[in-house]
């Protein structure tokens, strides 16, 4: 009986010893974070093991990831895998699916995530201002050439091909105008300003004839004019010649005649005009998007992925 009681003592002493030293172990390899001082005199075992090496341990730990776990020969080897390209499509899609079906607008998200306000205007300013720096950017760029130099072969074709009808819509414009009654006064008040101050003679002929009957001679031959069809011809050669001017001048010429900043302004109104996109910045996700939904889908993520898998790879 006292021979099991003196095991059974002893069993109970080693397990305590074993656990204070066990668990002081461990505390000495973790505590204290820091090195702890009286005065100048370091406590020893302080800091603990792994605090005192933990630049080193993470150093290691750092090489053993990016020479073991992520080497380069084994992220190629994974993005090059198809059933893991078809999982990470399809998370993506499923995930855009469930985007492009919100009720929540694009201003909505970019305040919640973003922190962004007035979405609106500041996408107009942004898209203004890029713009704007892109234009300067190319006549900088672009400063001695010509404008002929500039322009690809088939958009000169292109507009030269209008000159013809612009030119009969310009005559056709000026016969219609001086035989409305707008063009009537305009042409008795030109006549009116011509022959004041031209001398007697022309008061004369004025007091005598009178306007009104200057007026029926002066109209119907203007009109005549801008119906001949050498009229057209003679438009024709006058936007030729501005054209060949404009062609001629240097891209700094016309820069410095160009106000960037409006043509940047026109051109965002007339995207938003002609693409609404601007407008559905407050517009629920779900009222416009479910219309790109199958090209977003099948065509741009997919493409998205390989762009950035091929990105990837090409780092590594």
């Not at 009109?223 to 240097?250: C, H, N, T, Y």
């Amino acid at each position: 009986m006292n021979a099991i009681l003196l095991i059974l003592i002893m069993i109970a002493m080693g397990a305590i010893i074993g656990g204070a030293t066990n668990s002081l172990a461990i505390k000495m390899l973790f505590r204290p974070y820091q090195a702890v001082y009286i005065k100048n005199w370091r406590v020893p075992f302080t800091p603990g093991l792994i605090p005192k090496r933990r630049k080193d341990m993470a150093e290691q730990m750092g090489r053993m990831v990016v020479d073991h776990l992520l080497t380069p020969e084994g992220m190629q080897e994974k993005f090059n895998e198809r059933g893991f390209q078809k999982q990470v499509i399809q998370i993506l899609q499923r995930e855009a699916k469930g985007w492009m079906h919100s009720e929540r607008s694009v201003a909505d998200l970019l305040k919640q995530y973003a922190g962004v306000t007035d979405a609106r205007g500041k996408m107009t300013a942004y898209s203004e201002e890029w713009i704007d720096k892109k234009l300067q950017m190319f006549i900088y760029h672009n400063q001695e050439k010509s404008i002929d130099d500039m322009l690809p072969p088939e958009w000169k074709i292109s507009a030269e091909s209008y000159f013809d009808s612009f030119a009969a819509r310009i005559a056709d414009k000026g016969a219609r105008y001086f035989e409305s009654d707008a063009g009537r006064v305009q042409l008795e008040t030109l006549l009116e300003k011509f022959l004041q101050g031209k001398g007697s003679v022309f008061n004369f002929l004025s007091s005598m004839f009178g306007n009104d009957k200057i007026l029926d001679k002066l109209q119907p031959e203007l009109v005549r004019f801008f119906r001949d069809p050498s009229s057209a011809m003679f438009f024709k050669g006058f936007i030729i010649k501005e054209w060949e001017k404009l062609l001629d001048q240097p891209v700094w010429k016309a820069g410095a005649q160009l106000n960037t900043k409006s043509v940047a302004r026109y051109s965002v109104k007339a995207l938003n005009r002609e693409l609404t996109v601007l407008d559905r910045l407050d517009m629920p996700i779900a009222e416009w998007a479910p219309s790109y939904e199958e090209h977003i889908i099948n065509k741009w993520i997919p493409e998205l992925w390989i762009r950035c898998s091929r990105h990837c790879l090409q780092s590594c």
